[in-house]
C-alpha cells in the first residue's frame, strides 16, 4: 500500500445529543439547538490537504492534536457532523510550482481519491452541484459536498480548459492562490515584481469561462487591480464570491477586502465568507478569542447588507483560528456569540448558511 493510503473501510457516527454537547462545549442548549436546526455552511475547508501530505484519515475521529488546533487538524468526517456543518465547498488546492501538464494531472488524481472518499462514508456525505442537490443531501440527513478548486491554475494545461472538468462536479475556482498565476497576481507579498498589475488577458477569458459553466468566480486571494478586472468581466447577471477573508475596515492587511470590494460583491449578489484566521483578524487591544469573527462580521454586514455575509474558516489551511474555534465542533460557540451580542436568529441563519444557499440558487438553481 503506498504511502499516506486510507485503510478504514467502516464509517459510522453517534451524534451527541443536545444537552450533552451544550455542556462539553460551555454554550446554550439554545445555541446548540439553532446550530442543528440552521443550514451551516462553510465556504472554504482545506481539509483534503492533510490526507495529501501525511495520510491523515478523515473517516476516524481525531483530537486536536499536539498543536491543539494550530494551523492543521481542525476537522475530520467525525466533528463535522457532530459539530452541525450541513455543507461545505471543500478545496483542492493546487501545487504552484508543478509544471503546468504536472498540476492538470495531478488534480485529476487528487479528484478521483477525493471521490473515493466521499463513497467511503456510506452516504453521509454526498456531491451537491446544485442548490436542489443540497437540498437534497440535507434531506437525507447527509453533508453536502461542494467541490472548489483553489489556485485555477490547475486547469491551465487542461486540453479544454473549464470544460475538461467532469460532470459539472466543481461550483468555485480561486482564480490565484498566493503566488502569481497565467491568470492574475496575488495578494500576497509573493506578488514580487508584478504586485501593481492585475489579471492578464488569460485570466479574463478563464473568467469567462468560468461564468459559461456557472462556476462561483473566487476573489479570494487576488490583488486589488485584479479584483476590478475580475469584476469588468465577469457576467454582471451571476454572483461573485469572496469564500474566506477579513475584512480591511476592522484590520488593514494584504489579505482583507476594502469597503468597495466588499459592496461589490454584494452588489452581484453574491457573499462574503469571514475567515477563522486569527492572524487576519485580530487587531492591537481587540478581542483575542471569536469575537474577533464577529467584529468582521459586523463590519461586513454594514457595508454589504444582511444577504451578502457568510462564513469560511480555511480549516485545516495551516491557519490558526482563535483558542474557542479550533476545530468543527465551534460553531455552536459563535453561534452563542451572535446570541450574545443580540443578533436575532433571521440574522444568525443568514450568515450560517443562507446567504450563500441564495447566491447558489443564482448560480446554480
Same mark, same amino acid.
Given at each position: ?19 450533552? !454537547? *451544550?455542556?462539553?462545549? #460551555?454554550?446554550? /442548549? +439554545? @445555541? ?5 436546526? $440552521?443550514?451551516?455552511?462553510? %465556504? ?102 461542494? !467541490? *472548489?478548486?483553489?489556485? #485555477?491554475?490547475? /486547469? +491551465? @494545461? ?5 470544460? $475538461?472538468?467532469?460532470?459539472? %462536479? ?110 487576519? /483578524? ?7 478569542? $471569536? ?75
Amino acid at each position: 500500500m503506498s504511502p499516506g493510503a486510507l485503510t478504514t473501510t467502516h464509517f459510522e457516527v453517534a451524534l451527541p445529543e443536545d444537552e450533552q !454537547l *451544550a455542556r462539553r462545549l #460551555g454554550v446554550s /442548549l +439554545e @445555541a446548540v439547538q439553532l446550530t442543528r436546526k $440552521s443550514d451551516v455552511i462553510d %465556504l472554504h475547508v482545506d481539509t483534503f490537504i492533510p490526507p495529501r501530505l501525511w495520510g491523515y484519515d478523515l473517516l476516524e475521529r481525531h483530537e486536536r492534536g499536539p498543536l491543539a488546533g494550530r494551523f492543521f487538524g481542525h476537522l475530520d468526517f467525525h466533528r463535522i457532523l457532530e459539530g452541525g456543518m450541513t455543507g461545505a465547498m471543500w478545496s483542492i488546492t493546487t501545487n504552484p510550482f508543478r509544471t503546468a501538464g504536472s498540476r492538470w494531472q495531478q488534480f485529476q488524481k487528487n479528484l478521483t481519491r477525493f471521490q473515493g472518499l466521499i463513497e467511503r462514508t456510506r452516504g453521509r456525505y454526498r456531491f451537491a452541484r446544485t442548490r436542489a442537490e443540497y437540498d437534497a443531501a440535507r434531506q437525507a440527513g447527509a453533508h453536502a459536498v461542494m !467541490l *472548489a478548486i483553489q489556485g #485555477g491554475n490547475a /486547469l +491551465e @494545461a487542461a486540453p479544454e480548459g473549464v470544460a $475538461s472538468l467532469p460532470d459539472q %462536479l466543481v461550483t468555485r475556482v480561486t482564480l490565484v492562490h498566493l503566488t502569481n498565476s497565467v491568470y492574475g497576481v496575488t495578494s500576497s507579498p509573493l506578488a514580487g515584481m508584478k504586485r501593481g498589475r492585475g489579471l492578464t488577458g488569460q485570466g479574463r477569458d478563464f473568467v469567462r469561462q468560468l461564468d459559461a459553466h456557472r462556476i462561483f468566480v473566487d476573489l479570494a486571494h487576488i490583488n486589488p487591480e485584479g479584483f476590478w478586472e475580475a469584476v469588468e468581466a465577469h457576467d454582471r447577471s451571476l454572483p461573485l464570491i469572496a469564500t474566506h477573508t477579513g475584512v480591511s475596515g476592522v484590520k488593514p492587511h494584504w489579505r482583507n477586502l476594502d469597503d468597495r470590494q466588499v459592496k461589490a460583491i454584494a452588489d452581484s449578489g453574491g457573499v462574503v465568507g469571514v475567515i477563522f484566521a486569527a492572524q487576519f /483578524l485580530r487587531v492591537r487591544g481587540g478581542p483575542r478569542d $471569536s469575537d474577533m469573527v464577529l467584529d468582521h462580521l459586523a463590519h461586513a454586514l454594514k457595508v454589504g447588507g444582511e444577504d451578502a455575509v457568510a462564513l469560511g474558516s480555511d480549516y485545516d489551511g495551516a491557519i490558526t483560528p482563535p483558542p474557542d474555534l479550533r476545530d468543527g465542533l465551534a460553531w455552536p460557540r459563535l453561534v452563542q456569540r451572535m446570541l450574545d451580542r443580540g443578533w436575532k436568529t433571521e440574522r444568525i441563519q443568514k450568515i450560517l448558511g443562507k446567504n450563500f444557499l441564495a447566491s447558489f440558487a443564482r448560480l446554480r438553481p
